[in-house]
């Protein structure tokens, strides 16, 4: 076989190998990254008188995450003129619903969730009065993911406990106190947050 031959079939096979080749980086190149963190912050949170900062890391193989949110109350407009300074924290794990979709971080979800909530305000009667609250919580909601952003809906309610604020909010859950009744023991939680994967 002369070189002319050699360099003939090497030619036709780099022909018929590098389409595929192609195709294949190309695939690689376009399929959505998944990452399994995510940083975010609620949106509005601060025309409520507080800052929220929520961290997630996903579990890709159970279909879950985990979610941790701390907020600064005081950090933001105070709506109610009183005054608030303190602190919530919350954990909630989420349970994604099966979905095609092969991004951790994207879907629909069941989260259970505990919170606490912890400040001091100026009261109506003139003092200044602590707001002590815990709160069980189940949510309802639907992740969305695109590229690196991110935005978390969610709506859900749980029991409440503790020493109550009058204005039966506590930056992060209301307690129930609509149509002619107040519960303290009824808490209820809806919210966005907006933020980016890594």
């Not at 003129?81 to 629909?108: A, C, Q, W």
């Amino acid at each position: 076989m002369t070189m002319k031959r050699l360099y003939l079939w090497a030619f036709l096979l780099c022909l018929l190998c590098c389409p595929n080749l192609n195709a294949s980086v190309r695939e690689v190149d376009t399929a959505p990254a998944d990452y399994l963190n995510s940083l975010k912050i609620t949106f509005l949170s601060w025309l409520s008188g507080s800052t929220k900062i929520s961290y997630e890391r996903a579990f890709p193989q159970l279909r879950q995450s985990g979610e941790l949110c701390g907020s600064l109350i005081c950090a933001g407009y105070d709506k109610y003129d009183n005054n608030p300074l303190g602190f919530t924290v919350r954990y909630g794990h989420k349970f994604f619903l099966p979905d095609r979709d092969e991004i951790s971080l994207k879907g629909f979800y069941l989260r259970p969730e505990v919170m606490y909530s912890h400040y001091f305000y100026d009261h109506s009667n003139g003092q200044r009065t602590l707001a002590n609250m815990g709160a069980l919580l189940g949510t309802v909601g639907y992740q969305y993911v695109y590229r690196r952003f991110l935005a978390d809906f969610w709506v859900g309610g749980g029991y409440a406990f503790g020493s109550p604020a009058e204005t039966h909010y506590h930056h992060g859950f209301e307690l129930w106190h609509w149509m002619n009744a107040v519960n303290t023991n009824i808490a209820m939680s809806f919210s966005i947050r907006l933020g980016i994967c890594f």
